[in-house]
């Protein structure tokens, strides 16, 4: 085996980081760009290499999709915004393994990953360990087991990661965890989350009409479907429902059984409502009460389960220990209890009430958080933590942490991006990728709160994404209450730890 320059002098400069506890790829010439491949191309992906080619920073070098019907997307909508850009010349593999195999001679510097969730983990460990910096859609991966080895890849190649909840690089939120973190909630001990997802077929309809066709379809022209099962286990490919099949499907969306979209609600593809839209709505709460090692979780309720997809609703408690605030020294944090609610499931009847006598007796529609306290709550609207309010003891209604006068007197301590990049737009979207790119090339503030130039680097977005897979799979046992061991990585139930590796189809090894 042979090791390439760029490996090597990696190599060196991730050995003389370690000792310190930290392991950041080199830095590269700030006046060259960096090299991307965008692998998926539609959908979150779109958004992804498309954005990121918008800060001026990068140079297309691959582009990757199972589909290869979607570069007709690609090209009537992306030469309109990049029309210097010939598209008909950037090497285009439907195969990630290919790709990766070509890394090297195409010189790539950093990889979009917005895939089906269980390809996550194969391509970007695979893609960290040969020097690849990347920019994944969350969730990072599909399984515990694969996180760990994430984990640790990350951190012995010292690439730079970012995970792509966007909203991590806007202002407000940032703002917002800065309030939350300094206490001025009081005792933090209750948190209530909830979404309207899932918007795509899922539950036992959906199960049952899978099983009842196990012969079938043609794989439609330009679909690599052995690439798009990647490591999972061969199947036949189910292109759409029939009528009479019975499915809820809220958004009619769920035309398409696996591809594409409706993958998500499939154990083997995709992490359910969780894994869509927790890493967005859990990242304020998660972040503002410095959440880390969960204890254990029990799926509370789960309407129309089944053994191959998420049930179409749920309510999931999730037990996070006590811990040392690293940002307020001496203060120890108590445990927390965080409900996930989804199908658009709603906290008790007394938790409401309690909302709505501060909230001009108004239930919140949508996606929000709530989070209680022994001083006060906070109601969040919305999947992004943007918008804040906040109600103390004595306070008659919530107000925006713009405008609470104790709010108000919480001193700034994380870095805006705004401030650090102020040539470029101020749209969250665009700074998370200035962000990533910059860090790549050595520019930028360090965040002490991740050890890194990326706020949503690992040493945030793993332990956040712990939370949302250990939610996954209490879902797989409802009514099941699992204890979780983060060092042994192995919960006390044997059922549980069934669900901790992914099954690695042969040829798909990573």
Same mark, same amino acid.
């Given at each position: 085996m042979?090791?390439s320059?760029?490996?090597?002098i ?7 980081l &370690?000792?310190a506890?930290?392991?950041f790829a080199?830095?590269?010439?700030p006046?060259?760009?960096v ?6 191309l539609?959908? !979150?992906?779109?958004?992804?290499w498309?954005?990121?080619l918008?800060? /001026? ?5 691959a &582009? ?11 090209? *009537? ?9 010939? #598209?008909s010349k950037i090497? #285009?593999y ?9 890394a ?5 510097d950093a990889?979009t ?11 970007t ?6 020097g690849?910096h990347?920019l994944?859609?969350?969730p990072?991966?599909r399984?515990l087991?694969?996180?760990?080895c994430f984990d640790?890849?990350?951190r ?10 966007y909203? *991590?690089a806007?202002d407000?939120?940032?703002r ?8 001025i ?9 909830w979404t309207?997802?899932p918007?795509?077929?899922q539950?036992?309809a959906?199960?049952?009409w899978?099983k ?8 439609r022209?330009g679909l690599d479907?052995n690439?798009?099962l990647a490591?999972?286990?061969? +199947?036949? !490919?189910l292109?759409q ?5 019975g499915v809820h499907d809220p ?7 696996y591809?594409? $979209?409706?993958?998500r609600? !499939?154990?083997d593809?995709?992490c359910?409502?969780?894994?869509n839209?927790?890493?967005?709505i859990?990242?304020?709460?998660f +972040? ?7 204890? /254990?979780?029990?799926?509370e309720?789960?309407?129309?389960a089944?053994?191959?997809t998420?049930?179409l ?6 037990s996070?220990k ?19 609610y989804?199908?658009?499931e ?13 909230n001009k007796?108004?239930?919140p529609?949508g996606?929000g ?5 022994s001083?006060?709550?906070?109601l969040?609207n919305g999947?992004?933590?943007?918008s804040?309010?906040?109600? &103390?003891?004595?306070?008659k209604? !919530?107000?925006?942490i ?9 001193? +700034?301590?994380i870095?805006f991006?705004?401030?650090? $990049? ?6 969250a979207?665009?700074?998370h990728?200035?962000? #990533?790119?910059n860090?790549?090339l ?5 965040? *002490?709160?991740?050890d890194s130039r990326? #706020?949503?680097?690992i040493?945030h977005c ?8 250990? /939610?996954c799979i209490?879902?797989?046992l409802?009514h099941?209450k699992? +204890?979780?061991d *983060?060092?042994?990585r192995? $919960?006390d ?6 669900f ?6 042969? /040829?798909?090894? $990573?």
């Amino acid at each position: 085996m042979t090791t390439s320059r760029k490996g090597f002098i990696q190599g060196l400069a991730c050995a003389s980081l &370690l000792s310190a506890g930290n392991c950041f790829a080199i830095v590269r010439n700030p006046k060259q760009k960096v090299r991307l491949a965008a692998v998926g191309l539609m959908g !979150f992906g779109y958004h992804a290499w498309t954005s990121l080619l918008r800060t /001026g920073l990068v140079e297309l070098v691959a &582009l990757c999709d199972a589909d290869a019907d979607v570069l007709n997307s690609v090209n *009537s909508r992306a030469k309109k915004e990049f029309p210097d850009l010939d #598209f008909s010349k950037i090497p #285009f593999y439907t195969d990630y393994r290919k790709l990766l195999d070509d890394a090297e001679k195409l010189g790539i510097d950093a990889m979009t990953v917005a895939t089906p969730d269980h390809a996550h983990g194969p391509i970007t460990i695979q893609a960290m360990k040969k020097g690849i910096h990347v920019l994944v859609e969350f969730p990072l991966v599909r399984t515990l087991w694969e996180l760990n080895c994430f984990d640790k890849t990350a951190r012995e190649n010292g690439v730079v990661v970012q995970m792509g909840n966007y909203s *991590s690089a806007d202002d407000s939120l940032r703002r917002n965890v800065e309030v939350l973190q300094s206490g001025i909630l009081g005792d933090v001990t209750e948190v209530h989350v909830w979404t309207k997802n899932p918007v795509w077929p899922q539950g036992k309809a959906v199960a049952d009409w899978v099983k009842g066709h196990p012969n079938g379809d043609p794989v439609r022209k330009g679909l690599d479907w052995n690439a798009w099962l990647a490591t999972a286990a061969d +199947r036949p !490919f189910l292109d759409q429902y029939s009528k009479d099949a019975g499915v809820h499907d809220p958004w009619k969306l769920g035309k398409n059984v696996y591809h594409r $979209f409706s993958w998500r609600g !499939f154990f083997d593809f995709g992490c359910g409502a969780l894994g869509n839209i927790a890493c967005n709505i859990m990242n304020l709460p998660f +972040r503002g009460l410095e959440l880390g090692e969960v204890e /254990g979780a029990i799926c509370e309720k789960a309407d129309s389960a089944n053994d191959l997809t998420y049930p179409l609703k749920s309510v999931v408690k999730i037990s996070y220990k006590a811990r040392k605030s690293k940002i307020r020294p001496g203060v120890t944090l108590s445990p927390v209890t965080l409900r996930w609610y989804d199908g658009d499931e709603k906290p008790s009847k007394e938790v409401l009430e309690i909302l709505a006598s501060k909230n001009k007796g108004q239930i919140p529609r949508g996606d929000g958080c709530f989070i209680v306290g022994s001083k006060g709550q906070a109601l969040v609207n919305g999947g992004y933590g943007l918008s804040c309010s906040i109600a &103390l003891d004595g306070d008659k209604e !919530f107000s925006g942490i713009t405008k609470h006068e104790a709010a108000k007197a919480v001193s +700034r301590s994380i870095p805006f991006c705004s401030e650090s $990049f102020p040539g470029d737009k101020k749209a969250a979207a665009r700074l998370h990728d200035v962000e #990533f790119v910059n860090a790549i090339l050595g520019k930028g503030p360090r965040y *002490s709160q991740t050890d890194s130039r990326c #706020f949503s680097d690992i040493k945030h977005c793993i332990p956040l994404t712990e939370s949302v897979l250990i /939610g996954c799979i209490a879902q797989r046992l409802p009514h099941n209450k699992l +204890r979780w061991d *983060s060092r042994r990585r192995t $919960f006390d139930v044997a059922n549980a730890n069934a669900f901790i590796k992914p099954y690695i189809r042969k /040829g798909f090894e $990573f």
